[in-house]
């Protein structure tokens, strides 16, 4: 009786102890998968942004007002549409130059398909490529302002293409601001 007492009174203390080693055990062991769980997420999201300028594909672009179409001949054989967020419409609209932050460009790009309907007009065929131009003239200084983005079905292209958009753009329309299109009549 005597040595049973004591081992009764300790026991419910050592249950709240065991439980409390229990749970510190589970959170920690947990912990891990929580913050690998979290940092997984980060890069996914990260992948879909081009490098170089981290640039991704706007949300509801394919809403957004035409700014112009355009054609490139062969190899390519294209036909393209420049679209514009409300503050790259309203920059073109008021013909302001630089384009003011928060611009958004996207040219959207698509095969020249025959109309199986009538021979002599020209469709759009199987998407190929969607371009992003986002200004920002803080965070893309070092690139008139500008930071790109190329994908091919959704994903953004290697390093080296993203290497020579700046050049080119600079190239040919330094003195509008960068931008090669014009709004169309
Ligand atoms: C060799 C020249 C050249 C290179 C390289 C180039 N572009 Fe362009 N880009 C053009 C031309 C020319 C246009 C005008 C529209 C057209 O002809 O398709 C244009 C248009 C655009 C537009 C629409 C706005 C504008 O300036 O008219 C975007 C957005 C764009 N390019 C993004 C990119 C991205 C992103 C890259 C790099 C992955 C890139 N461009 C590389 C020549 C180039």
Redesign the pocket.
Known sequence: MTSTEPEKKRSPCATVIVVAVVLLVVLLTCMPYLLSMALAQAPAARAEASPIFGVTIPDGYKQWELIAP?E?AAPLNEL?A?VGNQTAIDAYNDGKLPFPDGTI???R?WKRAKSPEFASATIPGAATTV???VKDSRKYGATGGWG???FVNGRP?DEG??R??F???EA??KDHD????RLAP
């Open positions: 355009a490139e393209r420049v460009l996207v040219k790009a371009q992003v131009m790109f983005g190329r292209v293409q993203h020579t958009c050049a080119c753009h040919g329309a960068y931008v090669f299109t």
